[in-house]
């Protein structure tokens, strides 16, 4: 395990930061702001420690007639501010340390965009890929089944995270009626449009990081038309914001999955990239022209024609240190750290994965003027969208999609500005701090004005 020390974390403090180990990162993110926080020592003390987590193991029959006992978790972090909120991931390297993590991220984002909710996260260890659809469904029912008694409408209310979808919400939603004795779309938002989805949610978290890159540009004082922007990850998250920011004249420069990347310095065709990959196509066959769902190119050479314009193929590092304006990391936690910080050539970062940037990383970040959109404020659009589900589905009552998007909108606009006029205001080093010093002190303020019970 890497262990960095580090000076100046906290003002000459040196501390060790395990930087693969997103709890340690959490953690020392939350001490960066406690200084510039307005929060009592014993409530900061209870918000490092996550309310509870449940461990499950999970027997499935696999359509191959093995018996596969699988582990899964579901961590309740903190919830002084309204019912637990947080998706469910499916992955191979989720562990308890991981979901911990998360579920605490989920509640300073909550916080962050004022919605009323606390923190929560799931996982399963698993390998999708290697999975049926009704393999994964047993699974999914089964995992429900566990953590049922602690989910609900008032309590915990999950949602997709990676390799999760509305399907899952389906099996998810469905397990918990069965065993209620009548539909309880309230129990999971993230599902079908079919049984109480709300149109929106699936683009959504894409949407709110294209929102906050425009807000920072604007801030900035930069113009996004012809802007270069790199991300990691084409997944829902990434794909969604690829399109949005592509629609707003920013130049996608490089896109990546598990293959690689594809790079064009003239800004590479993201409808084909996303029809291929949404026909189940991976990006080294994209570069390599075979493409699926793409119309082959005839020949006249034009941008479009795709064959004629064919990206190169880079490593997943090497997008990270493309000289970009902007740089959005949308795949997995830990992709930034004091290893390859120096070499980024980004000037700003989005961080539309959760926890991409080691604490070791950030104050390198920080001191070379780099201004990074945490993640709490930069992927809440799915949460966001999560929590107008929920209402509609209070209120039997289900809005036009336009309603949703304004809302959206409107609500981390709002976070953004907020967490602005903090970072400006007291002059604080970076705008995760001025994110955290926001999201601890709203926390912190509800568990004052509720106090210890029992
Ligand atoms: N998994 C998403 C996130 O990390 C969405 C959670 C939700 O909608 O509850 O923010």
């Excluded at 906290?10 to 702001?33: C, W």
């Excluded at 699936?202 to 802007?227: N, P």
Aim: proline share 5%; charged share 25%.
């Amino acid at each position: 395990m890497a262990i960095i020390a580090e000076t100046d974390i906290t003002q000459g403090q040196v501390r060790s930061i395990m930087t693969d180990d997103p709890f340690e990162n959490m953690l020392a993110q939350m001490d960066r702001a406690k200084e510039y926080a307005d929060v009592d020592d014993g409530v900061f003390e209870r918000l490092k420690h996550p309310e509870r987590t449940l461990k499950v193991t999970l027997p499935v029959e696999l359509d191959s007639g093995e018996v596969k006992v699988f582990e899964g978790y579901r961590c309740q972090f903190d919830s002084a501010r309204g019912p637990f909120k947080g998706g469910v991931r499916y992955h191979p390297s989720v562990t308890q340390r991981e979901v911990e993590a998360l579920a605490g991220w989920m509640t300073w984002k909550t916080a962050l965009v004022d919605l009323p909710y606390g923190g929560a996260k799931g996982g399963v260890i698993c390998e999708p890929k290697d999975l049926t659809q009704n393999d994964l469904e047993s699974l999914t029912r089964r995992y429900t089944e566990g953590i049922r008694r602690m989910i609900g409408p008032e309590t915990d209310v999950p949602a997709p995270d990676m390799n999760t979808n509305s399907q899952t919400m389906a099996w998810m939603m469905d397990t918990y009626s069965m065993y209620e004795g009548h539909s309880v779309p309230q129990v999971v938002t993230g599902k079908p449009l079919e049984i109480g989805g709300t149109p929106g949610r699936v683009e959504a978290t894409g949407r709110g990081v294209s929102i906050v890159t425009e807000r920072l540009f604007e801030y900035l004082d930069r113009d996004l038309s012809g802007a270069s922007v790199a991300i990691q990850g084409f997944g829902n998250v990434g794909s969604n914001a690829a399109k949005l920011l592509d629609e707003a004249g920013a130049r996608i420069v490089a896109t990546s999955d598990v293959t690689g990347a594809a790079y064009d310095p003239e800004g590479l065709d993201v409808s084909a990239l996303d029809a291929h990959v949404t026909a189940g196509g991976l990006i080294d066959e994209y570069v390599a022209g075979d493409r699926r769902d793409v119309p082959i190119a005839d020949g006249d050479g034009d941008r479009g024609d795709g064959w004629w314009d064919a990206p190169e193929m880079i490593s997943n590092e090497e997008l990270l240190t493309l000289d970009v304006d902007v740089l959005i990391p949308a795949a997995v936690e830990g992709v930034i750290t004091a290893d390859n910080v120096r070499e980024l050539r980004a000037s700003a970062i989005v961080e539309a994965a959760n926890g991409p940037t080691t604490v070791a990383a950030d104050e390198v970040l920080t001191e070379r003027d780099v201004q990074v959109v945490p993640d709490i404020l930069a992927n809440a659009g799915g949460v966001i969208v999560s929590y107008l589900e929920w209402v509609q589905n209070a209120q039997e009552f289900s809005w036009p999609l336009e309603t949703v998007n304004a809302e959206l909108e409107r609500r981390i606009g709002r976070a953004f500005d907020q967490t602005i006029e903090q970072y400006d205001a007291k002059d604080l080093p970076d705008l995760r701090t001025a994110a955290y010093t926001l999201a601890l002190e709203r926390t912190a303020s509800a568990h004052e004005y509720r106090g210890l019970f029992p």
